[in-house]
């Protein structure tokens, strides 16, 4: 089983097998978001995903995340994870793109009916965004990854309970 927090699901190994997964990574802080997406794809491929499985696209920043993910979902991937890093600044343009990133993450997920992970971060200094990249804050890439494979497992429990025929709520025949 792999963990990689006390309050993190415990999940089975090759519970990401035969999954497919893709990844919308941001360049804006990239040397912060490689270190995300680096332990995104370890713990992908530590629960089984293959390398055939994982497909990873880069976008200049964290609000070109959504975009990037929603072609994911119509390419039927199982989960999109959506990395990146915004640190606050000098004006309030942080606020504004952290809410449009989420908002766009958010709706993705509703819409598709897919895990969409928001795995941005959203700091308010360099140093803290550090911390959350396997410092002593956790690792955010890796519970990004832990947070999708848990996400289909859910929904895959949903759809065995037993019951009426299910009404379609408008996310396809997923």
């Known amino acids: ?27 804006y802080h990239e040397e912060l978001t490689r ?11 530590n629960l089984g995903a293959s390398d055939e499985d994982i497909v990873s696209v880069w976008v200049p920043g964290s609000f070109e995340i959504p975009l990037a993910a929603r072609a994911f979902a119509h390419q039927q991937f199982d989960a999109v994870i959506c990395l990146g890093v ?10 504004y793109i952290a809410r449009e990133a989420a908002r766009g993450v958010s709706a993705l997920a509703q819409a598709a009916g897919i895990p969409v992970i928001f795995g941005v971060l959203t700091t308010q200094t360099l140093e803290q965004a550090r911390e959350r990249c ?30 009426k025929t299910p009404k379609s709520v408008g996310f396809g025949s997923r």
């Open 86 to 95: 915004i640190i606050k600044g000098e004006t309030t343009h942080d606020q």
């Open 35 to 45: 270190q995300l997406q680096a332990g995104a794809l370890a713990t992908l491929k």
């Open 134 to 163: 396997g410092g002593a804050k956790g690792h955010k890439g890796i519970e990004a990854a832990e947070a999708a494979v848990s996400m289909l497992q859910v929904l895959d429990q949903i759809k065995k309970i037993p019951g």
């Open 1 to 27: 089983m792999v963990s990689s927090s006390s309050s993190a699901p415990i999940l089975p190994a090759g519970s990401a097998a035969g999954r497919r997964f893709g990844i919308v990574a941001s360049r």
